[in-house]
């Protein structure tokens, strides 16, 4: 069965300062995984996906298999950078996704 | 375009009572599903749709029934509330062969 596990579920930072947020999943095969992200009074909205290798907002999420992670990070925090995070994965085979538990990201002025 | 549009925003329902959520999409999407928000838990999947007329189940499916007769539409029912069903709802539409889901604005169920 597929598990997404974020072990922080309230994370604070400086502005400035380092992030990371982490996520490790569990799956048999080789999944998609994902982030969302929602800011307060907004919708839940993808930030960023593993396959486009892409960086959102300054934020970046390496997939590693061997460690079965997709950490999502950025070097410098903001302040808009305050929102819900949430990691997730959809098997390669199937159009369900899974989510964790998230993780609330709090960056001090 | 409206994108993913819940009804109502807010409702209280009391024990037993049945009441249906309401989901819409206008961008032709394939894909809707329901998912449930509790603290602690994260987004759990309810159930999922990939098309009209095709249902599914997602991780927790009990107490709820679902329908897809049009690509726009796709409603939760909750057949007999319960304290358990206490939750925000969300709703999601995706197009085939995309990664974006697209997020409706939530409805908060508070049962007594």
């Known amino acids: 069965a597929q598990r997404v596990t974020q072990p922080e579920k309230l994370l604070s930072v400086f502005k400035g300062a380092p992030v990371e947020l982490k996520c490790n999943y569990s799956?048999?095969?080789?999944?998609?995984l994902f982030w969302y992200v929602q800011y307060s009074r907004q919708r839940l909205q993808l930030l960023l996906r593993?396959?486009s290798r892409e960086s959102i907002k300054g934020f970046t999420a390496d997939l590693n298999k061997g460690e079965t992670s997709f950490h999502l990070k950025k070097p410098f925090a903001q302040e808009e950078d305050s929102a819900m995070y949430y990691c997730a994965l959809r098997p390669l085979s199937g159009n369900q996704f899974y989510f964790g538990t998230g993780t609330s990201l709090t960056v001090i002025p | 375009n409206a994108g993913v549009t819940q009804t109502p925003k807010f409702q209280v329902l009391k024990t037993g009572q049945s009441m249906t959520l309401q989901c819409a999409q206008d961008?032709?999407?394939?894909?809707m599903s329901w998912y449930r928000q509790d603290p602690g838990m994260g987004l759990r999947l309810i159930h999922y749709?990939?098309?009209?007329?095709?249902?599914d189940q997602g991780e927790v499916p009990n107490g709820y029934n679902v329908s897809r007769s049009t690509t726009e539409d796709f409603p939760l029912r909750l057949l007999s509330a319960a304290p358990s069903q206490t939750s925000v709802y969300f709703c999601a539409s995706a197009d085939r062969g995309t990664d974006t889901q697209y997020f409706g604005p939530g409805t908060r169920l508070t049962v007594l």
């Open positions: 799956y048999s095969g080789s999944p998609e």
């Open positions: 593993h396959i």
């Open positions: 961008m032709n999407h394939e894909y």
């Open positions: 749709s990939v098309g009209a007329g095709i249902t």
